[in-house]
């Protein structure tokens, strides 16, 4: 069965500094692979996605990932952190048929 | 261009009571999906519909039953709520694909359990 793990419940960077929200799957085949955020008292946006194009992918507000194929990795970055960056990140693995199976998220909190 | 819309956004139930939550997509999506999300938890997957006429059970879907009504309409009801089912509940949808589709999420139902 596939799963996603994701590492540090809260992270806390200062306004300006890198964001790195790490991520790990386990799938037997070729995953898609999704962030997603989550403002709160909000559902979820889609941030970007991974389906086999291109190893970086870029997404929306600036994010990016780079999928590893060797280190099982989907790591979600930003080069400077800005205030309304500050929200909930999952990642997510994608079974056939489109279920999707999440991490069990991250806060992400930005200090001004 | 509504998307998603779930209904109610707040609920409140006592023990043992009944209650269904729609949800409505206007994207003309083949797929839907019931979630609920619990603190550290992420989303499981409650129920899912792959297309009009079809349901199947995910992973938490005891205590649950759904029922595709058309294309636009999947709802989610609680026969005998119970405290554990204080969550917040979400419906997405999809186009129907091979996994590679993104799906869309409605805002959620914030419900209580007395």
């Known amino acids: 069965a596939q799963s996603v793990t994701q590492l540090g419940s809260h992270v806390s960077v200062s306004e300006g500094a890198l964001v790195l929200l790490r991520c790990n799957y386990s799938?037997?085949?070729?995953?898609?692979l999704f962030w997603y955020v989550q403002y709160p008292n909000q559902g979820l946006q889609l941030l970007l996605k991974?389906?086999?194009?291109?190893?970086l992918v870029k997404g929306i507000n600036g994010f990016e990932a780079e999928f590893k194929k060797s280190e099982t990795s989907f790591h979600l970055t930003k080069p400077s952190a800005h205030m309304s960056d500050a929200a909930e990140y999952f990642c997510?693995?994608?079974?056939?048929?489109?279920?999707?199976?999440f991490g069990q998220g991250t806060e992400l909190s930005v200090k001004p | 261009n509504a998307g998603v819309t779930q209904t109610p956004k707040f609920q409140v139930l006592k023990t043992g009571q009944s209650m269904t939550l729609q949800c409505a997509q206007d994207?003309?999506?083949?797929?839907m999906y019931w979630y609920r999300q619990d603190p550290g938890m992420g989303l499981r997957l409650i129920y899912y519909?792959?297309?009009?006429?079809?349901?199947d059970k995910g992973e938490v879907p005891n205590g649950y039953n759904v029922s595709r009504l058309n294309k636009r309409e999947f709802s989610l009801r609680l026969e005998s709520a119970a405290p554990s089912q204080t969550s917040v509940y979400f419906c997405?949808?999809?186009?129907?694909?091979?996994?590679?589709?993104?799906?869309?999420f409605g805002d959620g139902t914030r419900l209580s359990i007395l």
């Open positions: 997405a949808s999809s186009e129907e694909g091979q996994g590679d589709q993104p799906q869309h």
């Open positions: 799938s037997s085949v070729p995953p898609y």
């Open positions: 991974y389906t086999s194009a291109a190893t």
């Open positions: 997510a693995v994608s079974e056939w048929g489109g279920k999707l199976i």
């Open positions: 994207m003309n999506h083949n797929s």
């Open positions: 519909s792959a297309s009009e006429g079809t349901t």
